[in-house]
């Protein structure tokens, strides 16, 4: 075995996971806070590469730059979908709120699917074809960077739930949602924040990934499974756990290519959720339940 190849490869892993962990954040978030999976995430997250893709065509602004705008793009669909359906479904049966997020996921993708057709889109950057030498190990500086943002956020969040007092209503309201409503917090203001937060946060890795692979409007399936994957491994809710995992699954399904064709990958991803769940279902940074 090659091993400056073993090295390329557990790089891209690990700056890839980067980005995976950034997606599983955002549905851990709205997981942790109110319960629900969102299953319209990836539909959500592709959404985003669609807006930046657009805004890098038509303004020729690079997707990197245009990231905040996006996210705040987003932040308001994940709002207006939170307040007008979510809200509306907290207290239902866990298998009657899969079919309206569900649902919802649909629409976006053909809306995808309408308004920038079924072809693959792959915008070339500035950065595209850049790459970064080290000795014999070669690095993507689209990799590089996307790692270093997605860090960056995903440390900007955490300072944001523990430092800001809209934070920490959202955690109150996540510990205990009766003891947050009984100490004068708008709860279904904050559940709206926070889901709006976690497509934001699922907005920002899709922009991250446009430089990084082309885009279609079915592909919000598989990042969907990713992020649940992520989750799953790293601790239903635990936002540290989803970093982790994320972190954990890149690597592995790179490295998983020195012995694999690279259409397995996610052979090994599912391969090690059915062992996280036979063996530590709580996940990696889950509690003892």
């Given amino acids: 075995m090659d091993s400056n190849l073993a090295i390329q490869l557990g790089i891209q892993g690990i700056l890839l996971g980067g980005i995976y962990g950034l997606i599983a954040i955002g549905l851990s978030l709205i997981f942790g806070v109110m319960g629900v999976i969102n299953f319209a995430h990836g539909q959500m997250m592709v959404m985003a590469m669609y807006v930046s893709y657009w805004i890098f065509i038509l303004l020729g602004i690079d997707p990197y730059l245009s990231l905040v705008i996006v996210a705040a793009v987003i932040f308001v669909l994940g709002y207006l979908i939170q307040a007008s359906v979510v809200n509306r479904i907290l207290d239902f049966p866990e298998a009657m709120q899969v079919l309206p997020l ?15 057709g079924p072809d693959h889109r792959s915008p070339q950057t500035a950065l595209s074809l850049k790459t970064l030498w080290i000795g014999p190990i070669m690095i993507d500086v689209s990799r590089l960077i996307a790692f270093g943002l997605a860090i960056l956020i995903t440390i900007l969040i955490f300072i944001f739930l523990k430092k800001t007092t809209t934070g920490k209503r959202i955690r109150a309201a996540s510990d205990n949602r009766t003891g947050a409503i009984l100490v004068g917090i708008d709860v279904d203001r904050i559940h709206n924040a926070a889901f709006a937060l976690g497509a934001a946060t699922t907005a920002a890795a899709g922009v991250l990934l446009v430089p990084l692979m082309p885009i279609s409007p079915h592909m919000g399936h598989d990042f969907t499974l990713t992020a649940f994957i992520v989750v799953i491994l790293g601790g239903m809710g635990n936002l540290i756990g989803a970093l982790v995992g994320g972190l954990i699954l890149g690597l592995a399904e790179s490295v998983s290519t020195l012995w694999l064709p690279a259409t397995l990958k996610h052979a090994v991803s599912f391969s090690i959720l059915i062992i996280i769940m036979l063996f530590r279902p709580q996940g990696l940074f889950g509690g003892k339940k």
């Fill in 102 to 116: 569900v649902s919802v996921g649909l629409i976006l993708e053909n809306l995808a699917l309408l308004l920038w």
